[in-house]
């Protein structure tokens, strides 16, 4: 079946399920566009939306705020993202039952980046969880949570290599883990390798792409860079020259996104985790495409 044969077929969002990410805001502008972009996005009825925790922990009242106002003012479920980095145990654990007080029953447990920026040295807390497979651990002993962790299709930069990405993939299995969320990435074919070397492995979860659809080529080339995920060459290549020409890029980044979502479903993957980076346009589109329909959409209204 090509593309085409792919996109007419209507009953394609049956069984896809979605998952949207998103950060908490700076500031109240910020805020006002993060709660445009989730009213859009939110008759989408995604399995969860998570809110991210910033580098070092330094978002912490803000993801709680986040979290909270998603709980009190919208019908979705949230997932709160904590880190191990620069806590204790003790802290660690506070933040869990601050946020368990809350209501929220789903976690992404992750041990985080360096406070330095990606790319220094880690260096776990003395007195805390050292990695994500600890924090999972921390987590289930708390209560009874959903527990997204995190994968790297091309390796985490600091790994030696992928056996060592397994092993710790692995226990975060054996401690709890309901599933795993990928690094974005852009090539197919090496998410579709890493799912079956971890199924060899012996890790069954569910291993959710992550889907970055891309707002700024720029941006996410120079992210990528830092966080080893490989920007393909045909895809520089279709971005070329946009970067004063919003609308033309924005066309191109949808189009790109709707490949790659739909290669997938073709080879069976029926969950995606959107990075949304606040932002509605492109994730709401890429739905509708795979057929995941709010009741009353722009257009339908129209008709
Ligand atoms: P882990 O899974 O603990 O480790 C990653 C890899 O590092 C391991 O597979 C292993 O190869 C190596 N490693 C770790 N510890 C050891 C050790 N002791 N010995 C040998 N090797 C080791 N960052 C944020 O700050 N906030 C967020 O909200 C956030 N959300 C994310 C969501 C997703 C879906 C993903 C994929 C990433 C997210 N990140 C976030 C980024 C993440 O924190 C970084 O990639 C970080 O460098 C690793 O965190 P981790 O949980 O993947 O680490």
């Known amino acids: 079946m090509n593309q085409y044969q792919l996109s007419r077929r209507s009953n394609i969002g049956e069984r896809v399920k979605v998952s949207f990410e998103f ?22 009825n995604p399995q969860f939306v998570s809110v991210t925790y910033g580098a070092g922990g330094t978002t912490r009242e803000r993801t709680a705020r986040t979290v909270r106002r998603i709980l009190e003012e919208s019908t979705l479920t949230p997932a709160a993202h904590m880190t191990c980095v620069d806590a204790s145990r003790d802290e660690v654990d506070q933040v869990i039952s601050e946020f368990a007080a809350m209501g929220v029953k789903r ?13 220094a040295a880690y260096q776990p807390h003395p007195g805390g969880y050292a990695n994500g497979a600890e924090l999972v651990g921390a987590l289930k002993g708390q209560g009874d949570f959903d527990i997204s962790v995190s994968a790297y299709p091309e390796k985490h930069p600091e790994s030696p290599d992928f056996a060592t990405d397994f092993d710790m993939l692995k226990r ?19 998410y579709e390798r890493y799912v079956e070397r971890a199924r060899k492995a012996g890790i069954y979860i569910p291993i959710v792409p992550g889907i970055l659809p891309i707002h700024s080529f720029t941006q996410v080339a120079n992210f990528a860079s830092r966080c080893g995920a490989h920007v393909p060459a045909w895809l520089a290549e279709r971005f070329d020259g946009l970067d004063k020409d919003p609308q033309t890029h924005a066309l191109i980044a949808s189009a790109v996104a709707v490949e790659q979502v739909h290669d997938l479903v073709e080879r069976g993957v029926g969950d995606f985790h959107f990075y949304t980076m606040n932002r509605a346009d492109l994730v709401f589109a890429v739905c509708h495409m795979i057929g995941i329909r709010s009741p009353v959409t722009p257009s339908s209204a129209a008709a």
Not at 31 to 39: F, P, V
Not at 172 to 190: H, W
């Open 172 to 190: 975060k299995v054996d401690n709890g883990a309901t599933r795993a969320i990928t690094q974005f990435f852009f090539d197919n074919d090496l």
């Open 23 to 44: 950060f908490p805001p700076k500031n109240d502008d910020m805020e006002a566009r993060l709660w445009d972009t989730i009213k859009r996005l939110e008759p989408l």
């Open 107 to 119: 976690f992404v447990a992750l041990r985080g980046d360096p406070k330095e920026g990606v790319g």
